[in-house]
């Protein structure tokens, strides 16, 4: 088992089986590419008193607080297969035997890559131990991919990229959907309006279910179709928040009688919402597989 104490102190770690992707958004990837010839890829990460998730027998650490975090690619060879995977093709500046072939990213940093690599494996076990990079921004807009000069030698250069490594909201840690408990007190009589901030059901019925309070709630322009459920509690109901006010926190809906209302109206948090938390990086173990996969199994 590798040293992982070297992992959360923000040392520098080095990743062998290293493979990079374009990073196209909602955790997927193009196909990946091999970094065959790599001689060195160092993860360097800037934590915030060690802050992290996991420590389990898949994950070991989801780092979702960094200070920083840097990716040093340095590996030699034809680097076109790279330029392919970004579908940017080479330009050449100058004439032989003076001649450099390069690819251009424009606009620099974009597009983004998923980084993923073993850092070492258990000894006497069919475990790996991964890191994961999910979103990485290239920090020079040119890479060299061949140089020719003084001759007709051709000169595959040793190519160090820097990569700042960023939060990729596809992968959300820590996020809680937000519930409203809500009573009305065991009225015989009456309608009651549900308001959130300043948007106001139409009257219901004192009797009125939990599908016809929820009909009420998600036409309401705040809320909208598909981003709230309401299912019976108790002797009450739970409004939960999904949807597009998933992982949110807000004040309570409030409720008022009208026609004859004869019962009282109470409103309490079921649930507090919580934002989540971008993943940054993850360091996981993969039980029967060496080869680091993108992205890894274990988020959900």
């Known amino acids: 088992m590798p040293d992982i104490n070297t992992v959360l102190t923000g040392e520098a770690v080095t990743l062998r089986r290293t493979m990079i992707a374009k990073w196209l958004g909602n955790g997927t990837y193009s196909t990946n590419v091999q970094l065959y010839g790599s001689t060195n890829v160092t993860v360097t990460l800037d934590t915030i008193g060690d802050q992290r998730v996991g420590d389990g027998a898949k994950v070991l650490a989801s780092y979702r607080r960094l200070t920083g975090a840097t990716i040093s690619l340095q590996w030699s060879g034809d680097l076109s297969t790279l330029g392919v995977m970004l579908g940017i093709t080479p330009t050449t500046t100058g004439i032989t035997p003076e001649r450099i072939r390069a690819f251009r990213v424009s606009p620099k940093g974009t597009p983004y890559f998923g980084i993923t690599g073993s850092i070492d494996s258990d000894v006497g076990e069919t475990n790996a131990v991964h890191f994961f990079a999910p979103k990485c921004q290239l920090n020079a807009d040119t890479i060299e991919i061949l140089n020719i000069s003084g001759g007709t030698d051709v000169a595959f250069p040793t190519v160090t990229a820097e990569l700042t490594v960023l939060t990729d909201n596809s992968y959300i840690k820590g996020a809680v959907n937000e519930k409203h408990y809500f009573a009305l007190g065991s009225p015989s009589a009456g309608t009651y309006t549900l308001s959130?901030?300043?948007?106001?059901?139409?009257?219901?019925?004192?009797?009125?279910?939990?599908?016809?309070?929820?009909?009420?709630?998600?036409?309401?322009?705040?809320i909208g179709t598909g981003n709230a459920t309401v299912i019976v509690s108790g002797s009450g109901f739970n409004i939960e928040y999904i949807g597009r006010l998933a992982n949110s926190h807000f004040a309570l809906v409030t409720g008022a009688g009208a026609g004859g209302f004869n019962g009282t109206f109470s409103a309490s948090y079921a649930v507090v919402g919580v934002e989540g938390d971008g993943l940054i990086v993850g360091v996981y173990e993969l039980e029967g597989q060496y080869t680091p996969a993108l992205p890894p199994p274990y988020i959900v």
């Open 196 to 222: 959130l901030g300043s948007s106001t059901t139409t009257a219901l019925a004192f009797g009125a279910s939990a599908a016809t309070i929820q009909a009420a709630l998600v036409a309401l322009p705040v």
